[in-house]
T-cell receptor
């Protein structure tokens, strides 16, 4: 069974640009969550999608947005990039989300903003 | 108060000894608890989940949960150099999985 696939693995962008990251969950999984990981803040929850609907959202500015398609693939978009957006962006898939969900991570996208 | 707190370490443990990793959480309504292992430059890997008070064993790993004390721990028996990694405690709160910042574990050969 294929794992969680994130593309691209690495990105370098300039301040003010926008970026779109992609996540394909494990086959059959309908929940996709996105996280930002930085050395100072650790893993921070961005948002979670289930059946094409955003169910949960973390405390990030509106420049961070996402969506989920009918095949459960998800994209995350960051507009007007700032230097502080440089981070490892991880997506995690789970079967249904919910209280006992077990989440499995992709390899991440390393975003560098210059 | 942070939602999920862990000692950042590093925690140094001799090879073959027991490594004990601890985590506290602030929300009494939390229902599910997880331990992830993250090697440097890699993504987190789920190693244990626990939902009820008590112990749960899986191979060399034992997770312990005490909801009254809002405390979760992970014991690693017969520690190996390959166990050297950052261990992330995670808590499901309102269907969001919230992570601690992790404890760096170093197994001394």
């Amino acid at each position: 069974k294929a794992g969680v696939t994130q593309t691209p693995r690495y990105l370098i962008k300039t301040r003010g640009q926008q970026v779109t990251l992609s996540c394909s969950p494990i086959s059959g999984h309908r929940s996709v969550s996105w996280y930002q990981q930085t050395p100072g803040q650790g893993l921070q929850f961005l948002f979670e999608y289930f059946s094409e609907t955003q169910r949960n959202k973390g405390n990030f500015p509106g420049r961070f947005s996402g969506r989920q398609f009918s095949n459960s693939r998800s994209e995350m978009n960051v507009s007007t990039l700032e230097l502080g957006d440089s981070a490892l962006y991880l997506c995690a898939s789970s079967a249904t989300g919910g209280a006992r969900t077990e989440a499995f991570f992709g390899q991440g996208t390393r975003l560098t903003v210059v | 108060q942070k939602e999920v707190e862990q000692n950042s370490g590093p925690l140094s443990v001799p090879e073959g000894a027991i490594a004990s990793l601890n985590c506290t959480y602030s929300d009494r309504g939390s229902q599910s608890f997880f331990w992830y292992r993250q090697y440097s430059g890699k993504s987190p890997e789920l190693i244990m989940s626990i939902y009820s008070n008590g112990d749960k064993e899986d191979g060399r790993f034992t997770a312990q949960l005490n909801k009254a004390s809002q405390y979760v721990s992970l014991l690693i028996r017969d520690s190996q150099p390959s166990d050297s990694a950052t261990y992330l405690c995670a808590v499901n709160r309102d269907d969001k999985i919230i992570f601690g910042k992790g404890t760096r574990l170093h197994i001394l050969p």
